[in-house]
């Protein structure tokens, strides 16, 4: 904005100065000159303050309301990390009761705990106690996680 306002202030100040000049000149060929000079001046101003406007590149961060706002990303990426285990959580949950209903045909309830990225993954089954070897087995070789824990405490 201070590049327009620069470029309207020398604009009016040429213009005013031209004019008084013009005015005060006397006729004939140096009214001319005058003309032609200030002439080629504003045309010289107008093109310089365009080349300016157009070169300006805005960067954000250098705005008042941008340094007004407190980033701090390391909040935002531990909350950000923690939705992203929660559904984690709730997508294996389901998706491992639904494959133990689908394939060994029982009712359990499993509640999945991931710490770290991922890394270590743990199962708590809640079913009938006479299933829980076809289903550690079964969800080992289907899920690839060992740490399963059965209610009672049993399991691995």
Do not use: W
Not at 23 to 30: F, R
Not at 83 to 98: A, G, S
Not at 118 to 133: A, G, P, Q, R, T
């Amino acid at each position: 904005m201070q590049v327009f306002s620069d470029f309207v202030a020398s604009s009016i100040g040429i213009i005013l100065i031209s004019v008084v000049l013009e005015s005060i000149s006397p006729e004939g060929i140096y009214k001319k000159y005058i003309k032609f000079a200030f002439g080629l001046i504003i045309t010289i101003t107008i093109i310089s303050s365009i080349y300016s406007l157009l070169s300006i590149t805005y960067n954000p961060a250098e705005s008042e309301l941008f340094k007004s706002i407190n980033f701090d990303s390391s909040n935002y990426r531990k909350e950000y990390d923690l939705q992203i285990n929660d559904l984690f959580e709730e997508n294996l949950k389901y998706e491992i009761e639904k494959n133990i209903k689908n394939k060994l045909n029982l009712d359990c309830t499993i509640t999945a705990k991931v710490e770290g990225n991922f890394d270590n993954i743990s199962l708590f089954v809640k079913c009938n106690k006479l299933s829980e070897n076809t289903i550690k087995n079964h969800i080992k070789k289907t899920y690839s996680i060992d740490n399963i824990t059965f209610e009672d405490g049993t399991g691995e």
